[in-house]
């Protein structure tokens, strides 16, 4: 894994999303929902996804977008929904980008994707998963994700994940369910399961997040918090900290 420190903004560039990648011009990077639903029902979810909605089909996938992606010279691919692994075809979709030589990300909430699956995306090679996770205890984090028992299936599955080399960050909504002190667990468990970073992204006021904003939102005195007591573990890992209250405005950088 390449652990090259890539910054989100430079002088000259922005990175293409919050994943902490990118790719150098003339290339481009895309974000490609590949559904709307999701076994979950988050609290911050920006679209507000649920066991409902569409799903794309797999021949859309196959004989339009990957075509379009190549056109526009896409080279990576980071796959979201919704949950992408409820998608009934989500290997395959990982196949035919592969086999357009697409690299590819995927980014999920850890409760769906099992070890077979797993192994098969290791033996594919270029797949790497980002894992969303908000506290570290079935109070906060499953209360946040609207299901309290998910919060033991996510921390199995990063676990897997890493022992499988697919694991790349962790992604993390700072929320009032949470103790501070679990941000701290969160950067530890990353450090422990090779994760490349963490990224801290507070709650956005988009989808479910709109209702959720003022009862689950971490103020900013909070926020100051999370990252005076997570910023320690800068020397082990990276820790990104997004729309964070700062002199500089958005974003702030890890030093």
Do not use: W
């Not at 970073?197 to 479910?208: A, I």
């Amino acid at each position: 894994m390449d652990n090259k420190k890539r910054e989100i903004v430079s002088k000259n560039r922005v990175s293409s999303c919050y994943f902490r990648s990118s790719v150098e011009p003339p290339y481009r990077k895309a974000l490609l929902q590949i559904t709307e639903r999701c076994n979950l029902r988050c609290a911050h979810c920006f679209i507000s996804a649920g066991n409902y909605d569409d799903t794309m089909p797999i021949g859309i996938i196959r004989n339009i977008v990957i075509p379009k992606l190549k056109d526009c010279r896409v080279i990576s691919v980071t796959l979201t929904g919704g949950e992408p692994f409820v998608h009934p075809d989500i290997i395959e979709i990982v196949h035919l980008l592969r086999n357009a030589n697409i690299r590819v990300g995927i980014c999920t909430n850890g409760t769906s994707v099992n070890q077979d699956q797993m192994e098969t995306l290791a033996k594919i090679g270029n797949v790497h998963l980002n894992v969303s996770i908000d506290g570290f205890r079935p109070e906060s984090h499953g209360k946040f994700r609207g299901d309290e028992t998910s919060f033991v299936k996510t921390i199995e599955t990063i676990r897997h994940l890493s022992q499988y080399r697919l694991l790349q960050g962790l992604l993390v909504t700072p929320n009032n369910l949470a103790e501070i002190n679990e941000y701290a667990e969160l950067c530890e468990f990353a450090v422990q399961n090779d994760a490349t970073y963490v990224l801290m992204n507070p709650l956005s006021s988009m989808g479910r997040g709109v209702k959720a904003q003022k009862r689950l939102r971490a103020s900013d005195k909070v926020m100051r918090q999370i990252k005076e007591i997570t910023s320690p573990f800068s020397d082990r890992i990276q820790v990104v900290y997004i729309r964070f209250p700062n002199d500089q405005k958005f974003p702030l950088l890890p030093s």
